[in-house]
């Protein structure tokens, strides 16, 4: 999973660094020629493509949130398991009747 996640990361990371300079280059070309039926339909174009970007990128966040806190539940799960487990190792050895030999010093 966390390889799905780093390369998600990169493809966005990646979108939302071209798009906007490639949106304003694309509007820059259409004033410096005058095209100005051609801006109408590249704004409309443009907010709507970064509208589709925004709602996907969105939905995106929320699924990758979830799939942290499930991972982020799984480990205190398994931290709560280990610590029970330490708990209980520590009991058996102090009830335990023999004693430690003590090492000898030097």
Not at 16 to 27: K, M, S
Request: glycine share 4%; hydrophobic share 50%.
């Amino acid at each position: 999973m966390k390889k799905n996640v780093d390369k998600q990361v990169k493809i966005w990371y990646t979108l939302g660094r071209v798009a906007p300079i490639g949106a304003l280059f694309l509007l820059i070309v259409c004033l410096i020629f005058d095209i100005e039926s051609w801006i109408n339909y590249l704004l409309i174009g443009i907010a709507t493509l970064f509208a589709v970007i925004a709602f996907t990128w969105w939905w995106w966040v929320l699924d990758t949130v979830k799939e942290l806190f499930n991972m982020l539940k799984s480990a205190h799960e398994k931290f709560d398991e280990v610590l029970s487990d330490l708990g209980k190792l520590k009991k058996d050895l102090n009830d335990n009747s023999w004693k430690r030999d003590e090492s000898k010093k030097d």
